[in-house]
Nanobody, 127 residues
Framework: DVQLQASGGGLVQAGGSLRLSCAAS????????IGWFRQAPGKEREGVLS????????YSAASVKGRFTITSDRSKNMWYLQMNSLMPEDSAVYSC????????????????????WGPGTQVTVSS
């Protein structure tokens, strides 16, 4: 069974940076889509960034393009979300998720397509 755990959240001032980590266990998929999502109070869950197997591209929400990047260490089944130039509107609970499918790019940040989720980590950006 796949288990995920996101960590690295915290309180940061606007303009600062944070790196979130996602540790995956039981991950043996050859094809996959990995996503980072966030949910702020009173708002729907939003797909922030996704990557998929055999594709070097990163699929970002417009709100984070140029500020957030995703990296991975497959040997350790770790994925990272590097968040730079943080803004108060980035404050949310951030979660990582995995799908054992390689989703088409048009739906690659759709949270309903991801089967495995880990507990989130809170990111708070102060102004």
């Amino acid at each position: 069974d796949v288990q995920l755990q996101a960590s690295g959240g915290g309180l940061v001032q606007a303009g600062g940076s944070l790196r979130l980590s996602c540790a995956a266990s039981g991950f043996t998929f050859d094809q996959y889509t990995i996503g980072w999502f966030r949910q702020a109070p009173g708002k729907e869950r939003e797909g922030v960034l996704s990557i998929r197997s055999r594709d070097p591209n990163t699929y970002s929400a417009a709100s984070v393009k140029g500020r957030f990047t995703i990296t991975s260490d497959r040997s350790k089944n770790m994925w990272y979300l590097q968040m730079n130039s943080l803004m108060p509107e980035d404050s949310a609970v951030y979660s990582c998720a995995v799908s054992p499918r390689r989703w088409i790019t048009g739906r690659i940040r759709d949270p309903t397509l991801f089967e495995y989720w880990g507990p989130g980590t809170q990111v708070t950006v102060s102004s």
